[in-house]
């Protein structure tokens, strides 16, 4: 039963009540307080314009996308070497659907070029499919329906010519499903020429929706992909939302990863491999609630080489306070599927003080046996991969080994308890259960993903410039307004958590102005802070 209130979330619910005769989803008036003009009436532009029709790559030396029109991508759109695109806050940019999936339209920011897309909490940067007409009626089901965003650089990976993904230069990968002979879709540099303070440009406040078209068997683009990205790159307030493959993959590189959010994906929500070294904190991912939802669920997927060949540099990351909520899918393979840790081959790192709840399996750290000292659960029980001071909540299962369950009171359990983890079946405040519609998107109960009081953690972040200094568990403090509102599609589906700001938008026609506010307060005589 949900009944932590208080009369400011209450007033924002009630808002949301007026604002019925719109779908919660809609931003008819994104970046109205940054002058952009209301979504229905921007005139569309295709992007491909703007580009050498032969390589898709953007002609002019710096290009700028406005928030006076709507771009339409209905390309694979690259900013090449020695280029830049600005995004302008508040600008939308459609994918275009294409049939066969080996074609699906991207945005590609190559290695050397760089991307601006400065959004702010108040005009945030929306990448959509065409067929979402902004007004909140276009399901978080419809997935797969363009690219993603991916962004490529010249930072350290791990890739011999052995791998998959390598162009038979150690070191230099290629976008998986994508022409690996395409220097626009190579990522990474020679062993020796490697940069890792390489800086492929800004995005903040970007929400990528209903991305991840299949663009071979069993091979969907991600959301947002991260090849090589140097730790000169500034990302932070990033959404993923219904994308067909993981919501935030990294390929090798140390860029560092701040206030990121995946909602309604297929697979795992945050994914990283090819030896990536960066930081994160503050990560959310929410699943949808269906039981019979199909893809998999895993929160986070660790690793270090898919390939199995033993490559001598193993991913390394630092994360802290993330909060993963799963849907326990049913369809998912329980050894494969539905964990909210997967701990796989060649990574150490280190993850604390984070709330992984509603799982099928709260970790399981993989070991077997071919990468003798190098799988996760070797580097586990080494101490070089720190899974520390988390709080696993309402998960079927709280740990297995190598899709084994670890045996009760056994020495795997016993380290896992000692090093600060916590199981329950729930705690205060903290509500995982959640139900929508997910053709209407209309939302019919709420989660809470703040525990309340707060999850205790002695697991203190490094003092390094990047991490937030935090003593508690999870994405969200309790008892603050969270760094999700005012910005996040979230915002609008989790009002027990506080998380939906009052609408400025309240009869739904495309501008905020006296009509909106008159008609709220009419209804409640109070105004909305």
């Given at each position: ?432 259960l959640h139900t929508m519609n997910t053709s209407t998107n209309a939302v019919s109960d709420t989660y809470d993903a703040s525990p309340n009081p707060a999850l205790v953690s002695t697991c203190t972040p490094p003092a390094d410039g990047f991490f937030t200094s935090t003593n508690y568990r999870g994405a969200f403090e309790a008892g603050k307004k969270s760094w999700l509102s005012n910005w996040s ?41």
């Amino acid at each position: 039963m949900k009944t932590k209130k208080t009369i400011s979330k209450l007033v924002a619910t009630a808002a949301v009540a007026v604002a019925s005769i719109a779908p919660s989803f809609a931003q008819s008036n994104l970046g109205e307080s940054c002058g952009c003009p209301a979504v229905a009436s921007r005139p569309t532009v295709l992007l491909s314009t703007l580009t050498n029709v032969a390589t898709g790559e953007l002609l002019a030396s710096s290009t700028i996308l406005t928030c006076d029109k709507t771009w339409i991508l209905d390309d694979k759109v690259y900013v090449g070497d020695g280029k830049s695109l600005t995004i302008n806050p508040g600008t939308v940019i459609k994918g275009r659907f294409v049939a066969s999936g080996v074609n699906a339209n991207a945005l590609i920011v190559a290695k050397g070029g760089k991307i601006f897309a400065n959004g702010t909490e108040a005009c945030q940067i929306v990448f959509t499919a065409e067929a979402d007409p902004m007004d909140g009626t276009y399901g978080i089901l419809n997935k797969g329906q363009w690219g993603g965003v991916v962004m490529l650089g010249k930072a350290t990976n791990n890739l011999t010519t052995a791998n998959t993904l390598s162009t038979g230069v150690n070191g230099v990968g290629f976008i998986e499903g994508y022409l690996s002979s395409e220097p626009l879709n190579q990522f990474g540099m020679p062993v020796g020429s490697t940069d890792d303070n390489d800086n492929s440009g800004v995005m903040t406040y970007v929400s990528i929706r209903h991305a991840g078209a299949i663009v071979g068997t069993a091979n969907e683009l991600n959301g947002l992909t991260l090849g090589s990205v140097g730790r000169g790159t500034t990302l932070h307030h990033i959404e993923i939302v219904s994308n067909l493959d993981d919501g935030i993959e990294f390929f090798g590189g140390t860029v560092d990863l701040k206030y990121a959010s995946v909602l309604f994906n297929d697979d795992d929500g945050f994914d990283w491999d090819l030896g990536w070294s960066g930081r994160g904190q503050f990560w959310a991912v929410v699943k949808t609630d269906q039981g019979t939802a199909a893809g998999g669920d895993n929160g986070f997927e660790s690793d270090g080489d898919d390939n199995k060949i033993n490559a001598s540099l193993q991913s390394n990351p630092q994360i802290y306070n993330a909060t993963f909520i799963g849907s326990n899918n049913i369809n998912g393979n329980l050894t494969q599927k539905g964990v909210g840790l997967m701990a796989k081959e060649q990574t150490l790192g280190t993850i604390r003080s984070s709330v992984l709840a509603n799982y099928k399996v709260g970790a399981d750290f993989k070991n077997d046996g071919t990468r003798p000292g190098n799988d996760a659960y070797d580097n586990w029980i080494a101490g070089t991969l720190k899974v520390e001071c988390n709080t696993f909540i309402g998960n079927t299962a709280l740990l297995h080994v190598n899709g084994v369950v670890a045996a009760a009171g056994g020495a795997d359990e016993t380290k896992f308890f000692t090093d600060g983890n916590i199981t329950a079946a729930s705690v205060a405040g903290f509500d995982f259960l959640h139900t929508m519609n997910t053709s209407t998107n209309a939302v019919s109960d709420t989660y809470d993903a703040s525990p309340n009081p707060a999850l205790v953690s002695t697991c203190t972040p490094p003092a390094d410039g990047f991490f937030t200094s935090t003593n508690y568990r999870g994405a969200f403090e309790a008892g603050k307004k969270s760094w999700l509102s005012n910005w996040s599609i979230n915002a609008l589906y989790d009002t027990e958590n506080g998380l939906v700001p009052c609408p400025t938008d309240i009869n739904g026609d495309g501008s905020t102005n006296n009509i909106d506010f008159l008609q709220l307060l009419g209804q409640f005589n109070q105004s909305c802070d």
